[in-house]
């Protein structure tokens, strides 16, 4: 299948700081990934569709202005959690839609602790 | 909208015995229909997926599901488990444009030795 790469797996960062994760399509081009976010003992939770050149659509209650993504290139977005707090720590993982067939791939995800 | 249940949260089984995991849907348009698994820390990987056609689909790995439209479900089942099967089986919906996808979740397989 194809391949979704996400970076970095895990990260641990400081209250307060701000935090950059990367989910590339290495064989295919994506008009459309998927950010989700997982909780401990829980299903994904899709937090927003990120599209190709425009804004990305964030699902109720995410806040977009906490949760930047940028959809800059047909194989690149990134997930910013800003001003990050420990309620924040969690698994999030992106997911590529593969055009034409629609299936979605999805990356490693990344394991956030923010302390 | 779409929404999926998977009923057992967890199952342990024994190596080599048969396995079924349940999922059902609801769903007010017609669907696609997908089982993931997620091995600790990783990502989830597409197991198989139900488009058209044959509603019995398989996967390289030996396991297989069954669209049921009447019952609006989509079990996972394996005649005969392996230790390497433990993981996460996530079952998913989406609709025919793949615009979203609504996970179940999620069902813990334990295969015992």
């Known amino acids: 299948g194809a391949v979704v790469s996400q970076h970095p797996s895990w990260v641990i960062c400081k209250s307060g700081t701000s935090v950059k994760i990367e989910c590339r399509s290495l064989?295919?081009?994506?008009?459309?990934m998927f950010w989700y976010r997982q909780f401990p003992k829980q299903s994904l939770m899709l937090m927003a569709t990120?599209?190709?050149?425009?804004?990305?659509?964030?699902e109720q209650g995410v806040e977009k202005d906490k949760f930047l993504i940028n959809h800059a290139s047909l194989t690149l977005s990134t997930l910013t959690v800003t001003s990050a707090h420990p309620e924040d720590s969690s698994f999030y993982i992106c997911s590529a839609r593969f055009p034409g067939q629609g299936l979605a791939f999805f990356g490693q995800g990344t394991r956030l602790t923010v302390v | 909208a779409q929404s999926v249940t998977q009923l057992d949260s967890q199952v342990p089984v024994f190596e080599e015995a048969p396995v079924e995991l349940r999922c059902n849907y609801s769903?007010?348009?017609?669907?696609?229909l997908f089982w993931y698994v997620q091995y600790p820390n990783q990502g989830l990987q597409l197991l198989l997926k139900?488009?058209?056609?044959?509603?019995l689909v398989e996967s390289i790995n030996g396991f297989e599901a069954e669209f049921n439209k009447s019952q609006t479900s989509f079990h996972l089942r394996k005649p005969s488990v392996h230790i390497s099967d433990t993981a996460e089986y996530f079952c998913?919906?989406?609709?025919?444009?793949?615009?979203?996808?609504?996970f179940g979740s999620g069902t813990k397989l334990n295969v015992k030795p």
């Open positions: 990120s599209n190709e050149g425009s804004k990305a659509t964030y």
């Open positions: 998913a919906v989406s609709d025919r444009n793949f615009n979203k996808f609504y």
């Open positions: 064989d295919f081009q994506a008009t459309t």
């Open positions: 769903s007010s348009v017609s669907v696609y």
């Open positions: 139900y488009l058209s056609g044959s509603t």
